[in-house]
């Protein structure tokens, strides 16, 4: 694919997070680009508005008038889509998201693919900002906007040994429905998690530990593989990659050299504090400011990619002390009326589990308050009903938002709020747990229930109907 400089790209789609990263790209390459999408919404409609990137909405045939030169195609345009159609009427040009970004950047540098069911916003956005610090400028694709950096991807300038990317086990498109990660040429793998995940794409586990054999399968000889050693699903699939590099990470002692055992040494509300065990060595000791154990594993990968590729110790201490997070990750919001509001992004059960007990662990004697949506294809599914009945065992108040749209979801498939809130109140001497039909209920309910001290936890990985600034409007009032 050659695309000569001042090219008209056109993104169907433009607002996910790694399509808005992309588009960014090409416009720092030098091309004219443009998008659109059915329902932007920030952080990625915000960003593309300060690059001066025109989105169009809603899809559209006319959109194409304009006739673009070349089209990226998202993973959410169906074959049905009026642009689509229209696309194809047209013969224009095409490509999928990480096929043309495999053939436009990705072919001239090293990548670090950061993959996994869980943690590959939070890490690849670590590994940015510590090859960052060490001055070797990488560039970026960031399936979130990591608050060192301001942007969610970063073009690498020529002679930048590495471009760090989220590989993503989600299909690529509808006329090539292979994982993302299959098109961005791995060198170095750091594979954080397995499991079943995305189940309208997927139809079990097998399936998606297929679609993980196929990315370790594409690391070359002299690339590397770090993966977290307490993951059976990963240790199942090491017998299918090219590579004798290969390297683990995790809480346990194992007996053999290439494994980076991590070790906490305090937690507080100012960090969490922690040692990396490896050959013999101390590495750090590191301070995170995010909370959780599965940020000290998220940071484990990260300083033992960084310790292969020669980075010194002290560049990963500072780096990671200075770390800032990534915007919807655990981003505090504020603390209006002495109630501390957190946003995460958290929608599988294991991660509403994790995001949960991190953050009790730092804020201890807050009463913890958990606000949920479930609006990602799994999570509108039953498949992890009684999940989800465990992993908020950990909150002392549950406010659950009925699914979102699951029209397209049959009907005995659909997952049940109203049974999850049985499932929760059954398991207290009182009620704990409410169901709501729409975000002004739930922001009334917020308003009435907490009080100062308290912290909020608002999950979605959707726009969520805009509560983020509706309760935290409603919490400033004195009531």
Partial sequence: MELKPGSHVYLMGICGTAMASLAGILKDKGFQVSGSDSNPYPPMSTQLEKLGIQIKTPYQAQNLNSRPDFVVVGNVISAHNPEAIELMKLQIPYSSLPKALGDLILKNHDTICVSGTHGKTTTTSMMSWVLEMAGKKPGFLIGGIPKNFNFSFRNP???????????????????????????????????????????????????????????????????????????????????????????????????????????????????????????????????????????????????????????????????????????????????????????????????????????????????????????????????????????????QQVYLMQAFDTSKIPESDRFSVDELIQDLNKSKSQPWAQAHGNVESIVKHVQKESQSGDLIVIMSNGGFDGIYGKLMSALTVIT
Wanted: hydrophobic share 40%.
């Fill in 157 to 395: 300038e020529k002679d930048a040994p590495y471009f760090v990317i989220e590989g993503d086990e989600y299909d690529t498109a509808f006329f090539d429905k292979v994982p993302k990660f299959v098109h961005y040429r791995p060198k170095h793998v750091i594979l954080t998690s397995i499991e079943f995940d995305h189940a309208d794409i997927y139809k079990d586990l097998d399936d998606v530990k297929a679609a993980f054999r196929r990315l370790l399968k594409l690391i070359p000889v002299n690339g590397s593989l770090i993966f977290h050693e307490q993951e059976s699903n990963i240790k199942d699939l090491l017998d299918d990659t090219n590579t004798s590099h290969i390297y683990s990470y995790g809480f346990n002692k194992v007996t053999q050299d290439r494994h980076a055992r991590c070790e906490v040494i305090s937690v507080s509300e100012q960090g969490t504090e922690f040692r990396v065990h490896f050959k013999g060595k101390v590495l750090g000791p590191f301070k995170l400011l995010q909370p959780g154990d599965y940020n000290v594993l998220n940071a484990t990968a990260v300083a033992l990619q960084a310790y292969l590729l020669g980075v010194s110790m002290e560049t990963v201490q500072k780096a990671l002390n200075q770390f800032q997070g990534v915007k919807r990750r655990q981003e505090i919001l504020g603390e209006p009326g002495g109630r501390l509001v957190i946003e995460d992004f958290a929608h599988h059960p294991t991660a509403v589990l994790e995001t949960l007990k991190g953050l009790k662990k730092k804020y201890p004697q807050k009463k913890l308050i958990a606000i949920f949506e479930p609006r990602s294809a799994t999570s509108r599914r039953k498949v992890f009903q009684k999940d989800y009945a465990q992993a908020f065992q950990v909150a």
